[in-house]
């Protein structure tokens, strides 16, 4: 180290040695003859140096009493706090047994009456309780961190979308988030159900982090998706100024977007496919499949595969609960073995692409749960895997240049991203005999 950062360095410490009546919190490590000033340690906003700082969390079935009553609140106090915490804009109705809570009281107070409790609610929100004067509860946030990140993956044999994620995003939630979230993007394009060993995928996101540490996806901006030696590349571009216009569009200015959803269902394995002949499992003959099975938890929702009127919301013992939209002279969809239906599904309401009619069950013949989904074509019942359906409509042409201005460095980036790839954990194998 040079002489003349030292001497810098003395100068500096002279500078705050003068200031000394100034309260505000130093930040950095200031170095004075060898002795270490740390810097003050600031939590939830508070300076925990200037109160004297207990640290617990909740046990099992515990209130609100159990976490204030030992640090001297009333119960009146406690009754008045936990009617606060309950209000819409705290939103805190009970306590979760594993969470650390922060209890804050005055230095030097023997008794260490609470005078703050903090409370995270989750990695983001926290609640303080002001038991100093009146009773006044809040929520407050961290600051929200979004970042622009990649990544890139591949499928491998007998594994699926979040599989492949799972490697890749080490909050469980955000690989729920990004396979939704690619899935939505590419929902019209690529048959989910149908993913093959070797099929690859870059995505460009935005990450959530507070503090440093990811907690959510924030949306894709680009995606590039590689199924059956197929590549499809999806860019999120905004058709007008104010970016209320925003949607996926394909390389050549195609929006992503088409008549019909791949599914009904996100998330399930087709249990039987479309067939002219099977044997039937609950009634032990073989006849014709005249629909495509998508196995599913009960209650996962049923979403209508695209927009049009419900011409059927009813039960038959062969079909149980099942819905029935037609789409335009063309095209019908059924839905069969329903829980029950969505709120407000009737005959007669006009669904949207994606909404929810219902949910997944197994009534009428059904051995467990899933959707029995059936595409009806021109009044016949068809395979809709094997259906070849109508491209979406172009970008109109005035807009073609300007997209194409944009996403060509993205392409560029994607292209030149390299696949991340799967890492086989290998078993320890002890090479002593
Ligand atoms: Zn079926």
Redesign the pocket.
């Known amino acids: 180290m040079n002489t003349i950062h030292n001497f810098g360095f003395l100068f500096l410490s002279f500078l705050f040695v003068a200031c000394g009546g100034n309260e505000e919190p130093i930040v950095e490590v200031i170095e004075k003859d060898s002795v270490i000033i740390p810097p003050p340690v600031i939590e939830y906003g508070f300076v925990l140096d200037s109160f004297q700082v207990k640290r617990d969390t909740v046990e099992d079935n515990w209130t609100m009493s159990h976490m204030f009553a030992p640090y001297g609140v009333s119960q009146w106090d406690i009754n008045v706090a936990a009617e606060r915490a309950a209000d819409s804009l705290v939103g805190l109705r009970y306590v979760k047994e594993g969470v650390p809570f922060i209890i804050l009281s005055e230095l030097g107070d023997t008794s260490e009456t609470a005078q703050y409790f903090i409370y995270p609610k989750n990695i983001v929100d926290y609640v303080i309780f002001d038991f100093r004067d009146s009773v006044v509860v809040e929520k407050q946030s961290k600051p929200n961190e979004v970042h622009e990140k990649i990544l890139s993956g591949e499928i491998i044999q007998n594994s699926n979308l979040t599989f492949a994620l799972d490697q890749q995003l080490e909050d469980i939630n955000m690989t729920g988030e990004m396979a939704e979230y690619i899935a939505g993007v590419f929902a019209w394009t690529i048959d989910f159900f149908r993913l093959h060993p070797g099929d690859e995928f870059k995505v460009i996101y935005n990450e959530k982090s507070v503090e440093g540490t990811p907690y959510a996806v924030g949306g894709i901006t680009s995606a590039w998706f590689k199924h059956q030696g197929h590549e499809f590349y999806a860019f999120q571009y905004a058709l007008d100024s104010t970016g209320t216009q925003i949607g996926f569009f394909n390389e050549e200015g195609k929006e992503m977007r088409r008549p019909f959803l791949m599914a009904p269902v996100k998330y399930s394995r087709i249990s ?1 496919g479309y067939s002219g002949r099977r044997f039937h499992p609950v009634q032990k003959r073989w006849k014709a ?1 005249l ?3 998508y196995a599913a938890p009960k209650g996962t929702p049923i979403m209508s595969t695209a927009n049009g009127t419900v011409i059927a919301a009813s039960y038959t013992s062969g079909n149980g609960n099942y819905v029935k939209v037609k789409h335009d002279d063309t095209y019908t969809t059924q839905y ?1 073995h329903m829980t029950g239906f969505a709120e407000g599904i009737r005959k007669g309401v006009y669904v949207e692409q994606g909404q929810t009619i219902g949910y997944v069950g197994s009534t009428g013949l059904a051995t467990g749960p ?1 959707v ?1 989904y059936r595409f009806w074509k021109n009044g016949k019942q068809i395979d809709h895997r094997a259906e070849k359906f109508p491209t979406s409509v172009p970008m109109v042409d005035s807009l073609l240049p300007s997209y194409m201005e944009y996403i060509k460095p993205i392409r560029a980036r994607i292209d030149s991203m390299p696949i991340t790839p799967y890492i086989v954990e290998e078993e320890v194998v002890d090479s002593v005999q």
């Open positions: 039987s499949h629909g495509t099975d069969l899933h029995c």
